[in-house]
T-cell receptor
Framework: GESVGLHLPTLSVQEGDNSIINCAYS??????FIWYKQESGKGPQFIID?????DKRQGQRVTVLLNKTVKHLSLQIAATQPGDSAVYFC?????????????FGKGTKLSVKP | DTGVSQDPRHKITKRGQNVTFRCDPI?????LYWYRQTLGQGPEFLTY????????KSRLLSDRFSAERPKGSFSTLEIQRTEQGDSAMYLC????????????FGEGSRLTVL
């Protein structure tokens, strides 16, 4: 229900520390994964993506790790800054599935303490 | 600003009224998507267009919902006979199409049905 949905998993980190946000997916047919960041009152913003033929991809201050064996995805943020405070969503797309239908997870709220 | 724009940003309506949202995608993007997001949840796919063709509709899209993209540019999402359960953020996104799953989201249109 609505009250359960409000209780997002929350990760609280100190400014300058590294953050790791985890995501479990259930569909072994998923071949493409994306991390989005959503700040309060705004639309989701693309961070980084990874295809299933890779297990790691790096961007600027962010790294995505994919473990297909256990169907787990993680987002690592280096030297976390206050501006990183937001809700982070992983999303997946199934191989052969709709080109439009990204399935989003529930999200994790990242809180950065100065 | 050349991002995805949505209008109106906020809409309060009484149950039973019709509402329409507009989305203007990034100009060179041929794909346009509608998602719905409720508090504390990730976005849920509703429908998407490639140019003017509506290629997929979610089962979430009841017959009270209709989306159009008449000239392959802007799109409208209409909800007829609104219900309180329709209260949500309606997100529009666009993309270049095949080869990338990166969707560029707008800021959303928040609907409150009283």
């Amino acid at each position: 229900g609505e009250s359960v949905g409000l209780h997002l998993p929350t990760l609280s980190v100190q400014e300058g520390d590294n953050s790791i946000i985890n995501c479990a997916y259930s569909n072994s047919a998923s071949d493409y994964f994306i991390w989005y960041k959503q700040e309060s009152g705004k639309g989701p913003q693309f961070i980084i993506d990874i295809r299933s033929n890779m297990d790691k991809r790096q961007g600027q201050r962010v790294t995505v790790l994919l473990n297909k064996t256990v169907k787990h995805l993680s987002l690592q943020i280096a030297a976390t800054q206050p501006g990183d405070s937001a809700v982070y969503f992983c999303a997946e797309r199934s191989y052969g599935g709709s080109q439009g239908n990204l399935i989003f997870g529930k999200g994790t709220k990242l809180s950065v303490k100065p | 600003d050349t991002g995805v724009s949505q209008d109106p940003r906020h809409k309060i309506t009484k149950r039973g009224q019709n509402v329409t949202f507009r989305c203007d995608p990034i100009s060179e993007h041929n794909r346009l998507y509608w998602y719905r997001q409720t508090l504390g949840q990730g976005p849920e796919f509703l429908t998407y267009f490639q140019n003017e063709a509506q290629l997929e509709k979610s089962r979430l899209l009841s017959d009270r919902f209709s989306a159009e993209r008449p000239k392959g540019s802007f799109s409208t999402l209409e909800i007829q006979r609104t219900e309180q359960g329709d209260s949500a953020m309606y997100l529009c996104a666009s993309s270049l199409g095949q080869g990338t799953g990166e969707l560029f989201f707008g800021e959303g249109s928040r609907l409150t049905v009283l």
